[in-house]
């Protein structure tokens, strides 16, 4: 870890509980100062859950979280998190432009700076066209924008995003990666949930697999080099898949085969799934 940077969110060997059933089981992460973290894991694992200890809507059973130094619980911290949870909306009968000067008024922004806010906001995440139109005529990709927006009113340092981009259409998908990419330069630490390998590869600085327990943590290339120990090599031919390790045995097979052939290096998504099914047998 580079010692200049500085550790923003420090969750230190956490426990949650529901009643006897454990959700997360000793976890221990942190988010530093301008990097965005993405959390990956199978359906169930602990990824909201722990999230939702983040902004300080759950309690952890054991172990202690801080964000800037404080509880996610403490009202002063709140101010410098910005949150969209999962499966959330934006208000259907206000406006594009209420939702976001609304927002800004309950999180204690004065009505001049509100305006302004929702003004830059608007521009910024390319929704200035949108203002009048009402939050249940939008898209599902202009919806997440407008969710995003409301998270920012405060200009939080960290923000945290449960699925961001799940139901979107590749587009919108882009669109909002762009804007993270956007929110990232200018310094922000966002932590965000994914079921996407890509998005976790395109976007964040590292990541963690998550099944109850971190399973793995590192930067995508970092967890790639560390698990990816095998090359597959596909016969056009014949339709064939040898899955070979080294680069020796590649050569071998490669010099038998007639015609055209493809050697291919495992993706993040084929080292997710072989670690998530190594795990899942465990349990
Ligand atoms: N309030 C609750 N009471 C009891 N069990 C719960 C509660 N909330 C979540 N769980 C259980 O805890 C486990 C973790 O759920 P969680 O929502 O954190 O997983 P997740 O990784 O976010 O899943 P997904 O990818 O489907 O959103 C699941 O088995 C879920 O059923």
Redesign the pocket.
Known sequence: MNTDTFVLVEVNNVWKL??K?V?NENISMNIEEGEIVALL??????????VKQLYGELNPNKGEIRVLGSKPTDRGIKKHMGVVP?ECEPYGDLTVWDNIYYMARIKGVDKERAKERTKELLEQLELSDKGKTLGRDLSGGLKRRLLISMALVNDPKLIIL??PTTGLDPQARREVWDILLKLKKEGKSILL?T?YLEEAERLANRIYF?YRKIIVEGTPNEVKDKFANWYEVIDYSTGNVYRVKGEDEVKRIIQQLNGKFEVRAPSLEDVYLEVIKSVQGVH
């Open positions: 529901y009643g059933f959700a894991g199978p359906n169930g694992a602990g990824k909201t859950t722990l999962q449960d699925e949930t079921h998550i």
